[in-house]
């Protein structure tokens, strides 16, 4: 999943004041907001390692999904997870149909690894199938909502 | 930004075992599966509650413009955090595309925010000139990438 792979964590040229209000603001007003833009950043990077590790999960989901050959769409849990983060929105004072916007974007993505996961999955089939003869095909099976 | 509060966090129906496989799938893979699901419904939780913590570093940045009538959007900023949120998704082997998609996605929702931010200081600008005479309107200052 990773275009490249980063060896050198000390090659970090982001400048977390960069802006192009610089200079042109009262320097107590521009000071609060990067005073504020600072938690943005921390949030920002733990928001990207935790969506990395649930497109692991997901990714495991996949994987066996694709073993057990099991559909690809389990309507009965994402009702469900919908209707809870929904709830937990309300009490985090989000706005739930967001969060709701939000489960569909990030399933957006993992149907798309999961089609990606199905293809390699249905590729060394058919490469057992050249080996050991014709048998009746089956779709591969992908999840949508893990 | 909550549609109802919440005062019974007892009140929660939600079935962590919710499935239309229920019953067809093998127990142990089911039970594998439902492994995986937990960990999926934990990481959710954590994205909800931490969206929401950024939701409200935004709102603070969207006052903080509209009261200094700063301008809405901020390029060298945001062209410092798709770098930096490319470069954090690397390392954290998720597709540095996605990142980047998903911050575009945020940014559609802090928009809206800030138009409606914008808006009630508008609607108080307003409020204010009818008490005080007519004065040369301004538009609303919002910020697209906080």
Same mark, same amino acid.
């Given at each position: ?9 000390d ?19 521009? !000071? ?12 920002? !990077? ?16 996949g994987?066996?999904? !694709?073993?057990?050959?099991?559909p690809?769409g ?22 739930p ?20 996961i ?10 057992d ?18």
């Amino acid at each position: 999943m990773t275009e490249q792979n980063q060896t050198h964590p000390d090659d970090d040229s982001y400048d977390p004041g960069a802006s192009s209000l610089a200079g042109q603001v009262d320097p107590a007003v521009m !000071a609060e907001l990067l005073s504020i833009r600072s938690s943005i950043d921390n949030i920002d !990077a733990t928001l990207v390692y935790l969506l990395a590790e649930r497109f692991k999960a997901t990714q495991k989901v996949g994987f066996l999904k !694709a073993t057990h050959k099991l559909p690809a769409g389990d309507p009965g849990r994402e009702t469900a997870q919908i209707a809870r983060l929904r709830r937990l929105a309300a009490e985090a004072h989000l706005d739930p149909a967001f969060a709701e916007k939000f489960l569909n974007f990030i399933i957006g993505e993992v149907i798309r690894h999961h089609e990606a996961i199905a293809e390699d999955h249905e590729a060394a089939l058919a490469a057992d199938t050249r080996a050991a003869g014709p048998v009746p095909g089956t779709g591969p099976a992908v999840s949508a909502t893990a």
